[in-house]
Every structure is written in structure tokens, then in C-alpha cells.
């Protein structure tokens, strides 16, 4: 195995190149956000009560706007997850009649009782939001599709997952969401576009508002938190549109003024600032898996030279019992609960049964070292996060050691 692994390493030094370049590319971006602010010691306090004249709330607000060159940004520890910066955002823009039209195929599963995929009393369906859906052509964007429908100038709102959720394809690099975005403005120049950022923040040199759209969405407990932030959501877009979804986020009338930080405000900004290169971190992991994964006969996505626009590599096992060992085995070594055996079982939001290993400092952090994956054919292991190389190289090692010294 020592031998593989140096050969693997050799092998994939070209590639830590490319993403380290990345990673000095954002680094940058974001320490000249922090020095246009002049972030200082009073930004890093936090307020207790209704939160009103958070300095350091706002101030990182901004930085956040400079960072994904958006008109307003709404950065808050009382998001409890992407999905529920997400559902607030949805809510905040949508009205009944109005129609969402997803064009990847049907978004992450745990958005399916937010929408009314799966019927709940409290979806945007109930309300009286009508919802389409576009698949995907070869895991691609159908254009010739979208153009067509997006003509009908219909539709409200049009969302973009660019990470891959539990779907077998590859995140969307921002050239494609770019490409897209610039075919459905040709027309239709009055649909707002949305793009679910989660896992994508810092993979690229560009970010989704960049390249036109309206608003991007995002969880502080995945990339952009650099493993440092607990808590808590982003949105950056069109100020129009955070005031709305700032007035779903508190009450119309309050937006986005209340609000207490209590001692978030440093742990948010340290994060933002170790962000890239923790990012940076994880792709490396990432990498090192995918190509010694494919070395030993396994299939993998994204491929070990690809170009990366989330951190998730997926594994294929094409077997229960290999994804089950696999995941099991990157908890054993994981920093926390380390002798804790996951097993599949129903997590709330998912249609099957969840295998998910997360021996994490923050609970459900992805952006530290965890490996889930639906129970259901072909049986993928989604291995994402790491906040070192070492760390990660470590556990993905002796997770490869226990499926090929096992018996199936």
C-alpha cells in the first residue's frame, strides 16, 4: 500500500499545484475585503438581545457583498443549515401563483418537503407555489429546453443546484452555470436566477454572481465557514431580494436589523478568512481519494485531474455493505467519536435510509472531514471536507485498508 501511495502522490503533485493557485487567488480577494473594512477588533464583538447596531454583524455583511461582488448580503448565525438559508429565501421571493422552475432535475432531497415534491402542509406547494422541473441531458444542462421554456416569461424564480446532492454527476463549474445563465437572459431578462451554492464556495476563482445570477445561497458550516464558523447562513445578491428574504428571515417591517450575533461575529470572520485554504485543503483530500480509489479498480467522479467546482468526491461501491465499511471506517478516524459505528438509518428530510459519518468539531459540519451516501443503487460514497491534507490522507488511507482487507 506504502508503495501505491507514493506513486499516487507523485502522480497527483501537478494537480495540488492548480488548486493551491486557487487557493492564493481567493486568499487574496478575501484579506482585501478585510483591509477596505478595516476589520478590527471592535468588528469581532457580538451583541446579545433584538441585535440592533451589530456593528461587527454588519460590517461582515459587507465584506461578504465585496467578496461575491453582490449588491447585499444577509450573513447570519440564526440560519440552522443550507436548507433552511434556502427554504427562506424561497419563501421570501416566492408568491402564490408564481412558478419555480429547477433545471438540473429535482434539487437535493432534503428540499423535496420544502417545495412539495413530498407533501407537507407547510411546503411552498401548499401555499400555493407551482413548481417545474427541467433532467438534465448527459448530466448536463438541456439549453435547448430551458430557452424554451424560459420564453414563456411565466416563470418567477429558476434555481441552479451547483453541487451534485446525492445525483451521480459531477458539480456545475461555474463556465457552465455562466453558459446557462447568459442562454436564458437571451429570452428571458426579467426571471430571477438563484443558484444553491452549498460546497462550491472558493472551489473557482469566480463565483455565482459573477456571472449573472441573482442570488446565491449558502451554509456557513460547509466551505465559506472555514471549519471555524458553527452555525449559521449566507445569501449575497440583488438588494432587492434580500430584502425580501430578510423579511422572511425576521418579520416585514424589522429586515434585516434585528438580529443578536452573541459571539459569532469572530468565529464568522476567522472562518471567512481560513475559508480558502481550507477549501483548498479538502479538494486536496479529494483528489488523493479519487486517484487512489480508480487504482484500485474503483469508480470515482470527479476524476483526480478534473477541473472541481464543489469539494465532494464520490466513490461508486456498487455494493451496500462496501459504502457501510467505507463510512464506518472514516469515523474511526475522525477526531470525534472515533468509537462510533454509524448505521444506516431514517434521517429526517431523506426518502431513503442515510449511511453518514461526520466525527466532526461542529455537529453536521461538511466541511470537515465526513462520508455519507443514500443506501440505494449504485451505493455512492460522497466523501467531503478535511481541514488538512494529513489529516485527511490518514483517514481515507485506513478506510481503503479496511474494505480491501474485508470480505464481501
Not at 475585503?33 to 433584538?50: D, P, V
Not at 465499511?325 to 474511526?332: E, P, V
Request: glycine fraction near 8%; aromatic fraction near 10%; charged fraction near 25%.
Amino acid at each position: 500500500m506504502e508503495k501505491l501511495i507514493d506513486k499516487v502522490e507523485k502522480e497527483i503533485k501537478n494537480q495540488f499545484n492548480i488548486e493551491e493557485e486557487i487557493e492564493y487567488y481567493n486568499s487574496k480577494k478575501v484579506l482585501e475585503a478585510f483591509k477596505k473594512y478595516n476589520i478590527s477588533e471592535a468588528h469581532l464583538k457580538g451583541t446579545t438581545g433584538y441585535g440592533y447596531g451589530d456593528l461587527g454583524r454588519d460590517t461582515i455583511e459587507q465584506v461578504y457583498s465585496d467578496i461575491f461582488k453582490a449588491e447585499d448580503a444577509l450573513v447570519r448565525n440564526q440560519f440552522i443549515s443550507g436548507t433552511h438559508t434556502i427554504s427562506c429565501s424561497l419563501f421570501g421571493i416566492l408568491r402564490p401563483n408564481d412558478i419555480l422552475l429547477s433545471i438540473n432535475g429535482k434539487p437535493y432531497d432534503t428540499l423535496d418537503e420544502v417545495i412539495g415534491i413530498r407533501e407537507n402542509p407547510s411546503s411552498l406547494k401548499a401555499f400555493g407555489v407551482k413548481y417545474e422541473q427541467i433532467e438534465l441531458k448527459d448530466n448536463k444542462f438541456d439549453i435547448e429546453q430551458i430557452k424554451e421554456r424560459a420564453k414563456k416569461h411565466d416563470i418567477k424564480l429558476i434555481i441552479i443546484q451547483r453541487s451534485r446532492g446525492y445525483s451521480y454527476r459531477n458539480a456545475f463549474l461555474i463556465d457552465e452555470i455562466e453558459e446557462v445563465i447568459r442562454n436564458i437572459r437571451e429570452v428571458n431578462k426579467d426571471v430571477y436566477i438563484m443558484v444553491d451554492n452549498c460546497y462550491g464556495e472558493f472551489t473557482e476563482i469566480k463565483e455565482p454572481i459573477e456571472v449573472g445570477a441573482d442570488i446565491a445561497v449558502g451554509s456557513l458550516i460547509k466551505n465559506i465557514g472555514g471549519s471555524i464558523a458553527q452555525t449559521g447562513g449566507y445569501v449575497v445578491g440583488k438588494k432587492e431580494l434580500i430584502d425580501l428574504i430578510s423579511d422572511r428571515y425576521s418579520a416585514p417591517g424589522l429586515g434585516k436589523e434585528g438580529g443578536a450575533s452573541f459571539e459569532h461575529n469572530r468565529k464568522i470572520m476567522q472562518g471567512l478568512f481560513m475559508a480558502p485554504h481550507i477549501v483548498c485543503e479538502a479538494k486536496k483530500i479529494g483528489i488523493f481519494a479519487s486517484k487512489l480509489l480508480e487504482e484500485l479498480g474503483f469508480e470515482t467522479e470527479p476524476k483526480y485531474n478534473a477541473k472541481r467546482s464543489d469539494i465532494v468526491q464520490m466513490i461508486k461501491f456498487g455494493n451496500a455493505e462496501k459504502l457501510i465499511k467505507f463510512c464506518q471506517a472514516i469515523q474511526s478516524f475522525s477526531p470525534i467519536d472515533s468509537h462510533v459505528k454509524p448505521m444506516p438509518w431514517d434521517m429526517p428530510g431523506y426518502e431513503n435510509q442515510i449511511i453518514m459519518a461526520a466525527g466532526a468539531f461542529t455537529s453536521g459540519s461538511s466541511i470537515e472531514l465526513s462520508c455519507d451516501g443514500p443506501l440505494r443503487e449504485p451505493y455512492v460514497a460522497y466523501l467531503q471536507g478535511g481541514i488538512t491534507y494529513a489529516y485527511g490522507k490518514i483517514a481515507v488511507t485506513e478506510a481503503v485498508r479496511t474494505i480491501m482487507d474485508s470480505k464481501f
